[in-house]
């Protein structure tokens, strides 16, 4: 079982950048898959990275979001990070934070969400 809260989230204008941060408890953070989804009022969720281990561990992202934000992660303080450059209007939606314990196939551990507001 694990915990995550994220936090960062605010207003920036087109072409800024934020940076998002999630918190997690558990014994074993270093063995978890992290992850962002987000979604936007009315749409679908959707998958914007993951990052599959530290160090060594393979990172994948979404292709509108390429080449503007990076993912990455710090052991020792529990946490993952969601770094946003050349941000845009239509990246404003509510970010998830999102683990995988191997305790399933999918994602088994979601965050509550901060918004990101992006004005033109």
């Known amino acids: 079982q694990v915990q995550l809260v994220e936090s960062g989230g605010g207003l920036v204008q087109a072409g800024g950048s934020l940076r998002l941060s999630c918190a997690a408890s558990?014994?074993?953070?270093?063995?978890?898959?992290m992850g962002w989804f987000r979604q936007a009022p009315g749409k679908e969720r959707e998958f914007v990275s993951q990052l599959s281990w530290s160090g060594g561990g393979s990172t994948f992202y979404t292709n509108s979001v390429k080449g503007r934000f990076t993912i990455s992660r710090d052991n020792a303080k529990n946490t993952a990070y969601l770094q946003m450059n050349s941000l845009k209007p239509e990246d404003t939606a509510v970010y998830y934070c999102?683990?995988?314990?191997?305790?399933?196939?999918?994602?088994?551990?979601w965050g509550q969400g901060t918004q990101v507001t992006v004005s033109s």
């Open positions: 999102v683990a995988d314990t191997g305790s399933s196939r999918d994602w088994d551990s």
């Open positions: 558990g014994r074993t953070f270093s063995m978890y898959a």
